[in-house]
């Protein structure tokens, strides 16, 4: 079975640029999340998706951050403008459902400059 | 709110020696309790998780973990390390009765490190 795919793996932007993440989950999965993981912490939920709607964006900056999961598969994390506090890897994951384990891709590694 | 600790940044043991990772947590209700690794560049693997019944639970790799409820921990153990254990490893907790969207919530992590 395909894991999680993300794309880019690595990013340099200049602050107040916007800059956006992709990323395909496992087939069939119905649950989609975002975590932002900073240096030296663990990874901190962003946002989740049951299909193509929002269940938990309690932790979502909305005042820079977007996601979307338009037909409940692909998805993409936008960040506008970055601020250089938003520096780390930005993790996706999927699952069945939302008791099950998730599975996580290898990430987006952001570096503000 | 849920929480969860891991007091230990990083753990060294020699390979062959049996090896504890510790996490507690916190939460309101019944926990579902969960391990990962991390190995560098890469995201989290599932080892293994608790939801219920017997508390010694086994998972991927020769790791287990015992569910205690009343020291609130889930700490992580494997009888004879490998150096290719050596890695990050996360604790993560959902409350049972979380009616928020079942979200998860990681520790901070501890850095295992084996040596030969």
């Known amino acids: 079975e395909a894991g999680v795919a993300q794309s880019p793996r690595y990013k340099i932007i200049e602050k107040r640029q916007s800059v956006a993440f992709w990323c395909n989950p496992i087939?069939?999965?119905?649950?989609l999340y975002w975590y932002q993981q900073i240096l030296g912490q663990g990874p901190k939920l962003l946002i989740q998706?049951?299909?193509?709607?929002?269940?938990?964006d309690s932790q979502l900056p909305k005042d820079r951050f977007s996601a979307e999961r338009l037909k409940g598969v692909d998805s993409t994390l936008k960040i506008q403008p970055a601020k250089l506090e938003d520096s780390a890897v930005y993790l996706c994951?999927?699952?069945?459902?939302?008791?099950?384990?998730?599975?996580f891709g290898d990430g987006t590694r952001l570096s503000i400059l | 709110a849920q929480s969860v600790a891991q007091p230990e940044d990083q753990v060294n043991v020699a390979e062959g020696n049996p090896l504890t990772v510790k996490c507690t947590y916190s939460?309101?209700?019944?926990?579902?309790l969960f391990w990962y690794v991390q190995y560098p560049n890469r995201g989290l693997q599932f080892l293994l998780k608790?939801?219920?019944?017997?508390?010694l639970v086994k998972g991927s790799y020769g790791f287990e973990a015992e569910f205690n409820k009343s020291q609130t921990s889930f700490h992580l153990k494997k009888p004879s390390a490998l150096v290719s254990d050596s890695a990050l490893y996360f604790c993560?907790?959902?409350?049972?009765?979380?009616?928020?969207?079942?979200?998860?919530?990681f520790g901070g992590g501890t850095r295992l490190m084996v040596k030969p």
């Open positions: 994951a999927s699952s069945l459902d939302p008791g099950q384990p998730q599975h």
């Open positions: 087939s069939g999965h119905a649950t």
């Open positions: 998706f049951q299909n193509n709607g929002v269940v938990d």
């Open positions: 939460v309101s209700g019944n926990p579902y």
């Open positions: 608790y939801i219920t019944g017997d508390n």
């Open positions: 993560a907790v959902r409350d049972m009765n979380n009616n928020a969207g079942n979200m998860l919530t």
